[in-house]
């Protein structure tokens, strides 16, 4: 490859349980918001679920042994919180730990060092209904006690934990918008849904630390997902609108950990709809991240709100909370999800948290591509996909090079799989490409992976 990573830099794949897992209502698992939510007529695309997805829970060994084939060196992938613990709390499920404890083994005999997620969205579908979901008071609580479960059976193999993925999706998405599960509506209840979601990521950490970590040795943090923003003009408007659009979308979860509070702006704004952090949660929040976790896909220009001919809202939070108008430019490529291909936009915003939160050691945990693939014998010519790689892994070593610490990148996805609620069969990274059974023939899949990877020099 043209750029040499630093040595130890970590190459991976991700996968999350409920995109890949299937099974259900397999050995003792309990429904999650995502078996509820796709059961409701015309919440997703062509009544498409979860239910089977990818198999994996049945598939566990050959996907590991292509895993092997693929020499893939690291692998991120979630745990369902039901599948372990059914109603979210209370008794838990063995065959459950059983089926990780069997995914994790067979990883560290493959070479493959297993990264986890505890929380990728699939939340119990007692807690929802009964606690209030990430509204509830007591969620916190319930996280942090399936947490400790986790680093009780699987931390002495697992030394890389992530706690939530995303929780700017679960808020917006699930607790403001609708679009995802439970598909609330509401312009204040993602902000106590996001508070919520960071006091059960820094009591899980607690629990790490105080329980786990001294004899484990493991390292653990949160993901946040954001696109950057650049500003439409050098206007002072549009330079401020542009930051305040980063500020609701990534700050708004990692200022808390690196600063002790929220966003001035985001405070200023939102009065009262905003859960202040007190001298308690200040003590639990901040400094509960041994690395920062980032899902990086596209970048859009920012604009004082109206400003820009042709913007749209959207991909952004509740746009009359920030005032900021969102807009693509026309010479950029679009993936077949309609999100841009701009790779110096992933430079710039891992530039821009180095700067903001004084260099933390960050890990890209996904970052990948749709296009509509064409198979022909289990393989496919991939000239988008794989400019899409090499124009953003030259900008990521462009960052290193300018000082960030960037220590590991995984792409989305291994394997094609349930896309949420957009319908779509074909997935950000790379994929097995079969979306009528979703069953693979690996031999083939491999040969197209492994071609993939040469090319990037992963």
Request: one cysteine or more; a negative charge.
């Amino acid at each position: 490859m043209e750029h040499l990573f630093p040595k130890g830099f970590v190459w991976g794949s991700a996968t999350s349980a409920y995109q890949i897992e299937g099974a259900w209502n397999a050995d003792g698992k309990g429904p999650s918001i995502w078996d509820v939510f796709c059961m409701i007529p015309g919440k997703v695309h062509g009544g498409h679920s979860g239910a089977t997805a990818c198999d994996h829970y049945h598939r566990l060994e050959e996907d590991v042994a292509l895993m092997k084939q693929l020499g893939l060196k690291a692998y991120r992938f979630s745990i369902s919180w039901p599948r372990l613990m059914p109603a979210g709390s209370g008794a838990v499920n063995p065959q459950g730990i059983a089926f990780y404890n069997a995914l994790i083994d067979r990883l560290l005999d493959a070479g493959i060092e297993p990264w986890v997620t505890l929380y990728h969205w699939d939340l119990p579908v007692a807690l929802e209904f009964g606690n209030g979901g990430w509204l509830g008071e007591d969620i916190s609580d319930h996280f942090a006690a399936y947490a400790d479960l986790c680093f009780q059976y699987f931390g002495d193999r697992v030394k890389h934990w992530i706690t939530i993925n995303e929780p700017w999706v679960v808020a917006i998405l699930g607790y403001g918008l609708g679009v995802f599960a439970p598909g609330r509506v509401s312009n204040a209840a993602p902000y106590l849904a996001g508070h919520h979601l960071l006091k059960a990521h820094a009591k899980a950490v607690r629990v790490y630390r105080d329980k786990y970590q001294s004899v484990q040795n493991g390292r653990i943090g949160i993901t946040n997902n954001c696109d950057w923003r650049e500003p439409l003009s050098d206007t002072p408007e549009d330079r401020q609108a542009a930051e305040r659009a980063l500020e609701f979308f990534l700050a708004w979860f990692a200022d808390p950990i690196y600063k002790g509070d929220y966003p001035e702006c985001m405070r200023t704004r939102l009065g009262a709809r905003l859960p202040s952090i007190g001298a308690e949660d200040r003590a639990l929040i901040e400094g509960s991240s041994d690395f920062f976790g980032l899902n990086h896909y596209t970048t859009m220009y920012a604009a004082a709100s109206g400003a820009a001919p042709g913007s749209v809202y959207g991909n952004g939070g509740l746009s009359e909370d920030q005032d900021v108008a969102l807009s693509v430019s026309p010479e950029w490529p679009l993936t077949d999800m309609q999100w841009a291909v701009v790779p110096w936009g992933c430079r710039k915003l891992l530039e821009w948290i180095a700067q903001r939160y004084n260099n933390p050691p960050i890990y890209i945990t996904e970052n990948g591509c749709a296009y509509p693939d064409q198979p022909k014998n289990g393989r496919v010519h991939d000239p988008a996909r794989v400019a899409f790689f090499e124009g953003y892994l030259r900008e990521i070593h462009g960052a290193i090079q300018n000082g960030v610490d960037l220590r590991g990148y995984f792409i989305w996805s291994l394997m094609d799989n349930f896309e949420w609620a957009s319908g779509y069969d074909k997935q950000f990274g790379i994929t097995y490409v079969e979306p009528e059974s979703l069953r693979r023939t690996p031999k083939d899949s491999a040969l197209w992976y492994r071609e993939v990877i040469r090319n990037n020099g992963l």
